[in-house]
Every structure is written in structure tokens, then in C-alpha cells.
């Protein structure tokens, strides 16, 4: 899960010589953020979602710089700078702000016209942002229900009181959104570790399956172990298989470990679970919902699936 990546140096153009920001943009060592604010290029090797992540917090940084009228940064912006995860990267930043701009704005921000009190307001690197719970709700109520889960669970595993969340969204009860909203955050699990296993569990939540248990210890002939979900009382398992992990470099394994011996690893640890008497199913990237779940259901009781029923606030992905 991703933490608040550690700041990297933001370059004003009125800080600098036009001339120097000239050169080091042409060798390569500046690249831009937005009109007037440059960071330092990432290095090659950094993954290329790590550097998206990094220049959206930058971006977000250098717009809280330039804006007047207290900006507070807000919604996915706040959740990338609060170190959370996101389903997908925001094209805009997003900033709360007492009253609706007049006249041209700026194309790269988002914003919504409100009040952030003092008790909804955190202070990341300097900038005005959201709280955690703020930030949760905003996206809880804007978002598509699979994104504000990814916040949500997310927030959860950090600390954040479910409580504090739903205390945000009842200040609005009758907001748009807000049904949704308390539905999505009922759901939030701190269980899940990584957005993919969000993705995966809201696949089977959107069918009418009973909520899984999350980060499932067994003990095995290998060994105690984990699985990312499943429900012990079908002894049905999951797993998201990131098929990152078995590739070398900065974003895989480690430069000198062998996706060969990895793989045999992970045979041999598939094969200590299911001698517990449990099926376990991996799932990837690759995989579409609807063969996912033709795979689960495959393994449930007939009667429970019988039973099934769309959950309404969950749309289809």
C-alpha cells in the first residue's frame, strides 16, 4: 500500500533565471508539473506509476502554491497526498474553496464550492489539504463506488474510525451521493492490502455474496500463512496474483532473485493450503469480473447461490 511518497523539490519559474529554467529543462533535469512549476526527473528506473503518483502530488502542491482564496486540496488529490491509494490517478487537482470562481480558470484544477472547517483540515508538507475522514467522505460521495472503496479501505488500515467517516457524511444526510456513500464505507474493509484486492472483493460484493473474511491465517505443513480473502466455511480462498512480482527490476522482485525459484515457492505454497482441506483460487489482472465470479460460484453452495441478488449501489465494472 502506498505511503505519503517522500517530497521532492518543487521549482517555481519566478524562483529562478528564465535562462535556468530554460537549460535545465533541455537537459532533462527539470521536467514540468504545470504552468510555472517544475520538479526534479524522476529517475529511469522508477516505476511508471510511482512517477505518476509523485507528479500528481506535485502537480497538487504546486496548484496550493498559486491559488489564492485558502484553497484546502480535497478529494483524490487529498487521498494521493494522505500517501492512499487510487483507482486512477486524477486528471485535474482537486480543492475545496468558499465561493465559485469568476471569470477564466486554471484547466488543471477541479473545484467545489464548500467550507472546511478547522476539524476537517490537515497540513501535509506544508500544503492545506482535507483530513483523512474528510478525504474519505468526499470521495466516498464523488467517486465511483469501486474508487471510494480503494480510499476507503485504505484509510481504514491506516487508523481511520469508521465513525469519523460516517460522522463527515451524516453532516449532509440528503447530499447526492450520500446513500451510496454510507452503503460503500459499511463495506470498507482494512483487511485489503493493496487496491487490486479491493478490486477483487467489490467483483464478488457486487454479486450478493456474503462479505469475505480478509488476510485469512492458516497453518500449514510450511508454515503459518495468509490469504488475501475468502470464506472459511466453504474453505474457499483467494488470492490477487500480481504478475509484477515475477518480474525483475525496481517494480518485481529484486534484481538477483529467480522468478523461476519464486514460482516454485509460490506451487509449493498453494499446494500446503489446499492439503489444509481449503480451494484456492488465483485471480490476476488479466481476469475479467464476470469469469472470476463464474469461477467462485463454481465452488459455492448451490442454495446460496440461488439466492443471489445484485448489489444495487455496486455497478457493474
Known amino acids: 500500500m502506498p505511503s505519503r511518497e517522500p517530497p521532492t523539490p518543487l521549482h517555481l519559474a519566478h524562483e529562478h533565471l528564465p535562462e535556468e529554467v530554460r537549460r535545465r529543462l533541455a537537459t532533462g533535469e527539470w521536467e514540468r508539473v504545470r504552468r510555472g512549476a517544475y520538479r526534479d526527473t524522476p529517475a529511469p528506473d522508477v516505476p511508471p506509476l510511482a512517477a505518476a503518483r509523485?507528479?500528481?502530488?506535485?502537480?497538487a502542491r504546486a496548484v496550493a502554491r498559486a491559488l489564492r482564496a485558502d484553497p484546502v486540496v480535497s478529494h483524490a488529490s487529498a487521498a494521493l497526498l494522505h500517501g492512499l491509494p487510487v483507482w486512477e490517478l486524477p486528471t485535474t487537482t482537486h480543492v475545496v474553496q468558499p465561493y465559485r470562481r469568476s471569470g477564466s480558470?486554471?484547466?488543471?484544477?477541479?473545484?467545489?464550492?464548500?467550507?472546511?472547517?478547522a476539524e476537517d483540515r490537515a497540513t501535509i508538507r506544508g500544503v492545506t489539504a482535507t483530513s483523512l475522514a474528510r478525504t474519505v467522505a468526499d470521495c466516498l460521495r464523488t467517486m465511483p463506488a469501486l474508487d471510494g472503496l480503494v480510499v476507503a479501505d485504505a484509510a481504514l488500515a491506516r487508523g481511520v474510525r469508521r465513525s469519523d467517516v460516517a460522522t463527515v457524511l451524516d453532516r449532509s444526510p440528503r447530499g447526492r451521493g450520500?446513500?451510496?456513500?454510507?452503503h460503500v464505507l459499511?463495506?470498507?474493509?482494512p483487511g485489503a492490502e493493496s487496491a487490486r484486492e479491493t478490486w477483487l472483493r467489490y467483483?464478488?460484493?457486487?454479486?450478493g455474496l456474503p462479505r469475505p473474511e480478509t488476510q485469512v491465517p492458516l497453518r500449514?505443513?510450511?508454515g503459518p500463512v495468509r490469504v488475501d480473502l475468502g470464506w472459511t466455511r466453504w474453505r474457499l480462498l483467494l488470492e490477487f496474483d500480481g504478475l509484477v512480482k515475477y518480474r525483475t527490476g525496481p517494480s518485481g522482485l529484486a534484481p538477483r532473485e529467480d522468478p523461476g525459484r519464486v514460482l516454485v515457492q509460490e506451487k509449493l505454497r498453494q499446494e500446503a493450503i489446499e492439503r489444509t482441506g481449503n480451494r484456492l483460487l488465483r485471480v490476476?489482472?488479466?481476469?475479467r469480473p464476470s469469469h472470476v465470479v463464474a469461477r467462485v460460484l463454481r465452488h459455492v453452495p448451490p442454495d446460496v447461490v440461488r439466492g443471489l441478488r445484485p448489489d444495487p449501489f455496486l455497478p457493474p465494472l
Open 54 to 59: 509523485t507528479l500528481a502530488v506535485a502537480r
Open 105 to 117: 480558470a486554471a484547466r488543471d484544477v477541479t473545484r467545489h464550492v464548500g467550507e472546511v472547517g
Open 178 to 182: 450520500s446513500r451510496r456513500a454510507r
Open 186 to 189: 459499511e463495506l470498507a474493509d
Open 203 to 207: 467483483v464478488l460484493l457486487r454479486t
Open 220 to 222: 500449514t505443513e510450511v
Open 284 to 287: 490476476t489482472s488479466r481476469d
